[in-house]
């Protein structure tokens, strides 16, 4: 079981490692949902971790429909995050009417690779995220970070459960949703997954 911890710090991240993570997505600003960290925070990250450290995408808070401009910042930040030995990164990106931008999801994978691209939890601002996960793959998406469109894991482990379903083994279902050390197992019984992700996880 991988258990990725999402932090908003350097020194976070470093403590997250100590305790047991296995993986970090490393974050600015969690209050707004997590914004892409700074460079010297990537830069640490990727020297002195000894676990992946999958840097957030994200240029603000808010929505996840973004203008022309920003998605040039996140295709920068994403150079930057390869240039730095990144093993992956995490990102989404919405339609003003909340579907999968697809068409600019395809070029961020692509300018991405090798990395491991997450698709972060703007996939539970659709109505059906269970019937985009074939796009996804095709994309060549790796892992969706989900909460079943629901507040906490356990309120969507109908939703959860589906997509693992459709996934069938060719992209990860990372359990997201409230799911902290203290709840983990219950969580683990409701919803069998090989990734689970929280602040407090471990």
């Given at each position: 079981?991988?258990k990725?911890v999402c932090?908003?710090?350097?020194?976070?991240?470093?403590?997250a490692?100590?305790?047991g993570a296995?993986?970090?997505e490393?974050c600015?600003?969690l209050y707004?949902?997590?914004?892409?960290p700074?460079?010297?925070?990537?830069?640490?990250a990727?020297?002195?971790?000894s676990?992946?450290?999958?840097?957030i995408?994200r240029?603000r808070g808010g929505?996840?429909?973004?203008?022309?401009e920003?998605?040039?910042i996140?295709k920068e930040?994403?150079?930057?995050c390869?240039?730095?030995g990144?093993k992956?990164?995490v990102?989404g990106?919405l339609?003003?009417?909340?579907k999968?931008d697809f068409e600019?999801?395809?070029e961020l994978?692509?300018?991405?690779?090798?990395m491991?691209?997450?698709?972060?939890?703007?996939?539970?601002?659709l109505k059906?995220?269970?019937?985009?996960?074939?796009?996804f793959?095709?994309?060549g998406?790796?892992?969706?970070?989900?909460?079943g469109?629901k507040?906490?894991?356990?309120?969507g482990k109908?939703?959860?459960?589906?997509m693992i379903?459709?996934?069938?083994g060719?992209?990860?279902?990372l359990i997201?949703?409230?799911?902290?050390n203290d709840n983990l197992d219950?969580?683990?019984a409701?919803?069998p997954s090989?990734?689970?992700?929280g602040?407090?996880?471990i």
């Amino acid at each position: 079981m991988i258990k990725e911890v999402c932090v908003e710090s350097f020194s976070e991240a470093l403590a997250a490692e100590k305790r047991g993570a296995d993986r970090i997505e490393l974050c600015d600003n969690l209050y707004l949902g997590g914004t892409t960290p700074s460079y010297g925070t990537i830069k640490m990250a990727m020297e002195k971790l000894s676990i992946p450290a999958f840097p957030i995408i994200r240029p603000r808070g808010g929505d996840f429909y973004y203008s022309k401009e920003e998605i040039e910042i996140m295709k920068e930040d994403i150079k930057i995050c390869k240039s730095l030995g990144a093993k992956g990164v995490v990102l989404g990106v919405l339609t003003a009417d909340n579907k999968v931008d697809f068409e600019t999801l395809k070029e961020l994978v692509d300018l991405a690779s090798p990395m491991e691209v997450t698709f972060h939890k703007a996939v539970d601002e659709l109505k059906d995220p269970v019937e985009v996960i074939d796009k996804f793959v095709e994309i060549g998406v790796k892992r969706i970070l989900s909460s079943g469109t629901k507040e906490t894991a356990l309120e969507g482990k109908d939703i959860l459960n589906a997509m693992i379903k459709k996934a069938a083994g060719r992209i990860t279902i990372l359990i997201a949703g409230k799911v902290t050390n203290d709840n983990l197992d219950e969580v683990v019984a409701a919803i069998p997954s090989p990734e689970y992700h929280g602040k407090k996880i471990i």
